[in-house]
């Protein structure tokens, strides 16, 4: 748990376990080992499909290697969402192996121009085994560069060499992220345009500023153009800490193409303003987040798509996909909305099994929303607080919900609102 800043840690609570999983105790400490390498692709589809194919190669520490290849569109979809959240203390524990108790936020005002802070504790599907990688760990034990210019930036992100890669000022432009990497912030460190994870492993991005292009790049048809930051083509072992994402042209955080092992933490997302969209949703296309692109690709998605949402929040103008999701198993926990004037917040798809605990809707409309064509998407949800919601928030699917191979100790949701607007994004 980091120093400083804000703290929801929690006190007490029912507890439920089960077997499997990895292990976090405040944070990614151990590295993983053997893994191929690869090298990532450029795609231009629209569903982020393409990219090159990998290629085999030598271990590398910290898991499977790659580097990450750009994607450029997205996907399409209509809805919306608003709310603010609550602090908390004590509460439930779900599931797992040797993890921390507590949920707290980083180290605040200890960060400085040479020095960031130090990330929350990794809890969640980041913090699980696979058998190569053992936890996320991203450039632990590599050289730490500090950059402010976009070649230096994508100089530094290449390749599968472990590196801890710190942003000062703003960087505009496409950015590209290899295998075992760090990228962190400092002191307002922002990248304003597009990150891709493209097959990359083992990668945190941290205490960092996104900004996307806001349909800039293709104003006619907002899904067309690229999303703030992208990870797909099976990358895995992903953190998000401490981050704020938004004007994302098709989405601030897209989940695509069997990625897996995925945690976002004290996270902010959120759209700069309400914009026009032709082709987009009433309330234009301010998407944020999207876990697995399309019903036709159960093939390769089925069986991946593990990802972890907790205390982060979906603030101003966000209209929908918060997150909507396909095929994996999504854990929603201790997170916040208030975004007010949205379509719908979480949006269940096919094959998906959600587990939505102690989360705070305030002033949004329709909490849950049902998008599986097919009755096959699972929604469970316990302890949420709902405040002057309207439609939708009941459990949807007749599936059992699953259970997370690790342990994440839940605060009440009395207490959320007062602690995410605290603690998320950079510190």
């Not at 897209?254 to 945690?263: G, K």
Request: charged share 10%; net charge negative; hydrophobic share 25%.
């Amino acid at each position: 748990m980091g120093s400083g800043g804000s703290l929801s840690g929690a006190t007490g609570g029912d507890t439920t376990s089960s077997t499997g999983g990895g292990s976090s105790s405040g944070g990614a400490t151990s590295t993983g080992t053997g893994g191929d390498t690869t090298t990532g692709g450029v795609s231009s589809a629209s569903d982020g499909s393409g990219g090159n194919t990998s290629s085999g190669g030598a271990p590398s520490s910290g898991g499977n290697a790659s580097s990450g290849g750009a994607n450029t569109g997205g996907d399409t979809s209509t809805g919306g969402e608003s709310s603010s959240g609550g602090a908390s203390t004590g509460g439930t524990n779900t599931g797992g192996t040797n993890a921390s108790g507590g949920s707290g936020g980083s180290g605040g005002s200890t960060g400085s121009c040479t020095t960031p802070p130090a990330p929350s504790p990794l809890i969640g599907w980041a913090s699980v085994s696979d058998g190569t990688v053992t936890t996320t760990t991203g450039g632990d034990g590599g050289p730490t560069t500090t950059v402010s210019s976009l070649s230096d930036l994508n100089d530094a992100l290449k390749g599968t060499n472990a590196a801890i890669v710190q942003v000062t000022g703003t960087i505009s432009g496409n950015v590209t992220v290899g295998s075992n990497k760090t990228v962190v912030g400092l002191c307002g460190g922002s990248i304003h345009g597009y990150i891709s994870i493209n097959k990359s492993v083992n990668v945190i991005v941290r205490n960092l500023t996104v900004v996307g292009y806001n349909c800039t790049d293709n104003p006619s048809d907002c899904s067309g153009g690229k999303d703030a930051i992208t990870v797909q083509g099976a990358a895995h072992h992903i953190w998000f800490d401490h981050d704020d994402i938004s004007d994302g042209s098709d989405g601030n955080l897209d989940l695509t193409h069997a990625t897996d092992y995925v945690t976002i933490s004290w996270t902010k997302f959120h759209y700069s303003g309400r914009r026009t969209d032709p082709a987009g949703a009433a309330g234009g296309h301010q998407f944020s987040d999207l876990i697995g692109h399309s019903d036709d690709n159960g093939a390769e998605d089925t069986g991946h798509l593990r990802i972890t949402f907790h205390h982060s929040w979906w603030a101003d103008n966000v209209v929908e996909r918060m997150p909507r999701a396909r095929f994996g198993q999504v854990h929603l926990f201790n997170n916040l909305y208030t975004a007010t004037g949205n379509d719908y917040c979480i949006g269940v798809g096919n094959g998906v099994n959600i587990r939505n605990e102690n989360n705070v809707f305030i002033g949004v409309a329709d909490p849950i929303k049902s998008y599986s064509t097919d009755g096959t998407g699972v929604i469970h949800s316990s302890g949420n607080s709902f405040q002057n919601t309207t439609g939708s928030k009941d459990d949807l699917g007749s599936g059992t919900e699953f259970t997370p191979p690790y342990t994440a100790t839940l605060d009440d949701a009395s207490t959320v609102e007062a602690a995410v607007r605290a603690g998320a994004g950079p510190q």
